[in-house]
């Protein structure tokens, strides 16, 4: 049998399981792949129409992965991947512009581009917490900066007037004393990928369970693990020391209840192609370690 894959995804937990030997302790026999420090960022560089759906139409290498949860749905729901309905998290994001920029709320931000991933969570993040402030044709999104560290580079040089920001980027933008328009915190769900044992899955899930309670416990203790997210030309500026705890892993179903709402927000929304979406199932989009023993 091959080794389970893991990686991390923008966040804190797999990089606390790892250094405290937590997948080992569950009798895990992994191989933990660190690809963004590595890359330098180059495989969020991607702009335009290429986002985290067509990311995984590519497929993934790892057994588990992540993307926003309505990206998700659609992923699954087209047979590329399973959603995980065992948990999901909840990853603290919003829209920032300069200290000095004109933009002081979101009202100001009617036909303002605001750089965001296309269908990634920034994409619906940014529409959904807009549309409290905004009539649809008055919310403008820009995707020519492309995916996370990418954009929040292009920010960073003044590229774009607005970019919506999540986790580690979130926090560094409010360490350098850009200004938060609009929180918009979202979903994420969780990706199986292959066919790995659903036994290795409970192992995998409850590592990090455990990585959780650490992490909400002393999180000043484990910022530090932000820079193994971030491409080294950042490091030298970054004090994680000032950081909050970024996403959090919620051990709750992903409910059929809230896969449907979801669903029927990105087909009103016209995010993907009319009948692009696939079956809207969730029984059959969705994967459960209960469901399989």
């Known amino acids: ?21 937590y997948f080992r302790a569950e009798g895990l026999d992994y191989e933990f792949k660190e690809f963004i420090r590595s890359t330098n960022g180059a495989h969020h560089a991607t702009s335009g129409h290429s986002g985290a759906f067509q990311s995984i ?10 993307a926003c949860h309505w990206t998700v749905n659609v992923a699954a729901s087209r047979g590329h991947t399973k959603l995980f309905a065992d948990a999901y998290s909840v990853a603290p994001s ?8 004109s933009i002081k709320s979101p009202a100001d931000l009617a036909n303002v581009p605001v750089s965001v991933g296309f269908q990634s969570g920034s994409h619906y993040a940014t529409i959904q917490a ?24 292009a920010f960073f040089d003044g590229k774009s007037q607005a970019a919506t920001l999540f986790g580690g980027p979130y926090y560094f933008a409010e360490q350098l ?20 044992d659903m036994e290795e899955v409970r192992k995998y899930f409850q590592a990090l369970r455990r990585a959780q309670r650490d992490i909400d416990l002393r999180p000043e203790q484990f910022t530090h693990y932000y820079k193994m ?18 996403e959090r892993i919620v051990f709750e179903p992903y409910s059929k209840e809230v896969f449907e709402q979801s669903f029927e927000w990105i087909a ?3 995010i993907f192609e009319a009948g692009s979406m ?10 459960s370690i209960a469901a399989n023993g």
């Open 1 to 21: 049998m091959s080794k389970f894959k893991i990686e991390p995804h923008f966040r804190l937990q797999e990089w606390v399981a790892e250094e405290k030997g």
């Open 57 to 66: 139409e590519k497929g993934r290498e790892s057994n588990i992965t992540c």
């Open 94 to 101: 919003g829209i920032f512009v300069r200290a000095d920029s």
């Open 130 to 153: 807009l549309e409290s402030y905004l009539a649809p044709e008055q919310i403008k999104l820009s995707f020519d900066e492309g995916m996370l560290f990418h954009r929040m580079e």
């Open 177 to 196: 004393g850009y200004r938060k328009v609009i929180d918009t915190t979202f979903m994420i769900g969780a990706m199986i990928n292959g066919d790995p």
């Open 229 to 246: 997210e971030f491409p080294e030309r950042f490091h030298a500026a970054m004090d994680t020391r000032r950081w909050g705890p970024g």
């Open 268 to 270: 009103r929304h016209e």
């Open 278 to 287: 696939g079956s809207g199932n969730y029984d059959q989009s969705v994967i």
